[in-house]
C-alpha cells in the first residue's frame, strides 16, 4: 500500500521550519557561544549559507525524486544501494537524534516547573508523538502548522523587543577565540538546519512536489536563516559571556532582560513549542527513511508495511521512537556533535548526487526544479562541508566513521543479497563498462516517478507509444527508401500490403507534404479495414530526405489509421505536435540510446491528456 499525498504548501513549511526552530535555538547559542565568543553569530549565518547550497541540491533531488525518504532515494539511485543504505540510516539516525535533542530541551526547560524528573517528560512526550505520527502524516503536520504559526509570532516579537537594548560592548573581542574557533562552530551549529532533510524524506505525501517543496523550501529557510541571525544576534547582545556560555536557556535568559517575567514566560512557551515541533515532525520524517530502505529490500519488509486504518508506516514509526527513547540519556554535546555531522554529511552526498545524475545523462532525470549555478553550487558547498568538518575535530571523524561503517555492514550483511539496482554511478561510467551492464532499470523506475509526480494517467496515446514500431536509423536515406523500410515494419500490424502502405505514403508526401519542421516529419495515411491503428516512431541521427527544402529530418511520425479510427487520428497527430513544441525535445531525442529510451522521450512529453 502506497502512502497518501495529502500535505500542501503550508504543511510543508511548517514541517521545514518547525525542525529548524528548536534546540538549536533555544539550547545550542549558549553551548555555541562558549566555542566561538561572539563571532557566534556568523557561525549560524555560514551554517545557513552552507545549508542554502545544500537546499538547491535536495529541492532538484526531492522534485525529480519525490519519494518517501526522498534524500536516501536519490542517493541509491545516483551511486548505488551501498551508498544509499548508508545515506538512508544516516539521515534517520540523525533526524532521530534531533528529535531526541528537542526532547531533552523541552524536559529541562519545563521540567524544574513541574517537579517532575526530566527523563520521564521526555519519555512521555516521546510516546506521544509516535502515537499521533500513526494517527496520519496529515493529523501531524496539522498539528505542526498550529505550533509552528504561534513560534513564529514569539519569535518575532523577541526580535523587536530585544534590538533597542543590545550593548556593543558584549561583542569585544568579537572572535576572542580566533577565526578556527569560528568555522569549527559552524559544523557545530549545523543541526540547526537539518529540517531541510525532513522535508525531502515527505516528499511522496506532498500533493505537488515538483512546485511546492522548492517553494516551501525556500520560504523556511529564508525565514529561519534572519530570525536565527537576529535572535543570536540580540542575545549575544543582552547577556554578557559570563552568563551566556554556561547557560541551557539563553534565549529566555536573554527575553528576562528585557522583557521581564511576563516575556520571559512567553519565551519559554515558544521554546516550548518549538522543542514539541521538532519531536513531531523528527518523529513523522525520520520513520520515512527506514519505509524506504525496507521498500527496497534493504531492510526487512516489516518495517515497509502501510497501516490499513490509519496509512501510516507504523512499524518505522515505533522504532524510530524507540531509537528516541534510547537516546535521551546521551550527554548533550555529543548528542549535538552527531546530528550535526550527519547532517553535513547528508548535505554533502546531495550536493554530489545532483552532479552524479546530471553527467550520467540519464534521459529520465527531469527534476521539476533544477539548482541553478550548476555545477558551481555543488562544489562549493561540498567544498565548504568538508572544511567544516575538518574543523569540527576528532569526535566528529569518530561518529562520522562509526556511522558510515555501521551502515555498509547493513548493507553488506542484509541487503546486498536482494539489491540488483542499476546506479546512475554506472550510467556515467559507462565508456568503460560492458555495455551490457547498462539494463534500463534506472531510467525505467525514473519514468514511473515522473508520471506519478506529475499524475500522469496512461491513456490510450501512451499505450500506442509503448507498442509502437521505432526505428533508429543509423545512415541517411532518401524518402523513397525510409517508406519502404517504414512500409516492411507498418504493414503487417495494420493488415495491409507492405508495397501498397509504401505507394500510400509516397502518394501522401507527393500531394501534401507532412514535413512540419526542419526536423521532423508526420506521414500519415487512411487504410482499408476497420478498428486498425498504428505507429511507428523514426529517428535518423544523419537525417532522411523528404526535399530540398527538407534535406536531413531526424524524427518521423507515421500513422496508419482505418477511417472509422479517424477521431483518433486527429488527437495523435495533435499530440505528437504538442510534445515536439517542447525546447527540450531535441536535445532528449537525439541523446536517446535505445529504442525504449525514444519511446520514453514521447510518453513523458507535455501534452493535454483530459481528451483522449
Not at 122 to 128: K, P, R, S, Y
Not at 458 to 486: K, M, P, Q
Request: hydrophobic fraction near 55%; proline fraction near 4%.
Amino acid at each position: 500500500m502506497k502512502l497518501t499525498k495529502e500535505l500542501g504548501l503550508i504543511h510543508v513549511f511548517a514541517i521545514a521550519s518547525g525542525t529548524m526552530i528548536s534546540s538549536g535555538l533555544f539550547i545550542l547559542p549558549g553551548l555555541a557561544h562558549a566555542r566561538a565568543g561572539p563571532a557566534v553569530v556568523l557561525s549560524y549565518f555560514m551554517a545557513g549559507l552552507l545549508a542554502m547550497g545544500g537546499l538547491l541540491s535536495i529541492a532538484e533531488l526531492t522534485t525529480a525524486m519525490p519519494k518517501a525518504g526522498a534524500d536516501y532515494f536519490s542517493v541509491s539511485r545516483s551511486m548505488g544501494p551501498a551508498m544509499g543504505t548508508v545515506a538512508g540510516l544516516l539521515s534517520w539516525f540523525s533526524l532521530s537524534l534531533k528529535s531526541a535533542f528537542a526532547l531533552v530541551g523541552l524536559a529541562v526547560l519545563v521540567g524544574p516547573l513541574l517537579g517532575v524528573n526530566h527523563y520521564l517528560i521526555g519519555l512521555a512526550l516521546a510516546f506521544v508523538f509516535v502515537g499521533v505520527n500513526i494517527l496520519g502524516a496529515r493529523e501531524a503536520a496539522r498539528f505542526q502548522v498550529i505550533l509552528v504559526l504561534g513560534l513564529l509570532v514569539l519569535m518575532l516579537w523577541f526580535v523587536i523587543a530585544g534590538l533597542p537594548r543590545i550593548r556593543i560592548s558584549y561583542f569585544e573581542p568579537f572572535a576572542p577565540l580566533g577565526l578556527q574557533a569560528v568555522f569549527s562552530t559552524t559544523g557545530f551549529v549545523f543541526v540547526s538546519y537539518g529540517g531541510l532533510l525532513n522535508v525531502a524524506s515527505v516528499a511522496g505525501e506532498v500533493k505537488d512536489p515538483g512546485r511546492l517543496v522548492p517553494l516551501a523550501m525556500t520560504l523556511a529557510l529564508a525565514v529561519i536563516v534572519v530570525l536565527y541571525t537576529l535572535m543570536i544576534l540580540v542575545t549575544s547582545g543582552v547577556l554578557g559571556a559570563e552568563e551566556l556560555d554556561h547557560s541551557l536557556t539563553p534565549i529566555s535568559d536573554a527575553a528576562s532582560v528585557f522583557l521581564g517575567s511576563t516575556g520571559q514566560m512567553a519565551v519559554r512557551i515558544a521554546a516550548a513549542l518549538a522543542f514539541l515541533t521538532t519531536a513531531n515532525a523528527g518523529i513523522m520524517t525520520a520513520s520515512r527513511y527506514l519505509f524506504a530502505l525496507s521498500h527496497d529490500q534493504l531492510l526487512p519488509r516489516r518495517l515497509g508495511r502501510v497501516g490499513r486504518r490509519f496509512k501510516t508506516p507504523g512499524a518505522a514509526i515505533v522504532v524510530t521512537g524507540l531509537v528516541i527513547l534510547i537516546a535521551l540519556f546521551i550527554k548533550v554535546d555529543i548528542l549535538v556533535e552527531a546530528a550535526s555531522t550527519v547532517f553535513v554529511l547528508g548535505y554533502l552526498l546531495a550536493s554530489l548526487s545532483v552532479i552524479v545524475l546530471r553527467e550520467s545523462g540519464l534521459q529520465n532525470y527531469r527534476p521539476s526544479f533544477r539548482a541553478p549555478l550548476y555545477p558551481w553550487v555543488q562544489m562549493a558547498t561540498i567544498l565548504g562541508l568538508a572544511f567544516v568538518v575538518l574543523e569540527m575535530g576528532e569526535h566528529a571523524f569518530a561518529i562520522t566513521g562509526l556511522l558510515i561503517v555501521a551502515g555498509f555492514c547493513v548493507y553488506w550483511f542484509y541487503g546486498r543479497r536482494v539489491a540488483q539496482r542499476t546506479s546512475a554511478l554506472v550510467h556515467l561510467v559507462r565508456r568503460v563498462l560492458a555495455k551490457e551492464l547498462i539494463d534500463g532499470t534506472l531510467d525505467r523506475e525514473l519514468k514511473d516517478i515522473v508520471r506519478e509526480r506529475d499524475q500522469i494517467e496512461l491513456d490510450r496515446f501512451d499505450r500506442l507509444v509503448e507498442n509502437a514500431v521505432v526505428l533508429d536509423v543509423d545512415r541517411s536515406l532518401d524518402v523513397g527508401a525510409f517508406f519502404t523500410a517504414a512500409a516492411a515494419e507498418l504493414a503487417p500490424r495494420v493488415g495491409q500490403d507492405a508495397r501498397r502502405l509504401h505507394d500510400l505514403l509516397l502518394e501522401r508526401e507527393r500531394d501534401t507534404g507532412t514535413v512540419l519542421s526542419p526536423v521532423l516529419a508526420v506521414p500519415h495515411v487512411v487504410i482499408n479495414g476497420t478498428g486498425r491503428f498504428d505507429l511507428l516512431i523514426a529517428r535518423s541521427r544523419p537525417g532522411v530526405r523528404f526535399s530540398d527544402q527538407a534535406p536531413r529530418l531526424h524524427t518521423v511520425f507515421v500513422i496508419a489509421g482505418s477511417r472509422d479510427q479517424r477521431n483518433f487520428h486527429l488527437r495523435v497527430l495533435s499530440a505528437i505536435v504538442q510534445i515536439v513544441q517542447d525546447p527540450d525535445f531535441e536535445r532528449h531525442w537525439m541523446a536517446a540510446r535505445s529504442e525504449q529510451a525514444l519511446r520514453d522521450v514521447i510518453l513523458l512529453g507535455r501534452r493535454r491528456r483530459d481528451w483522449m
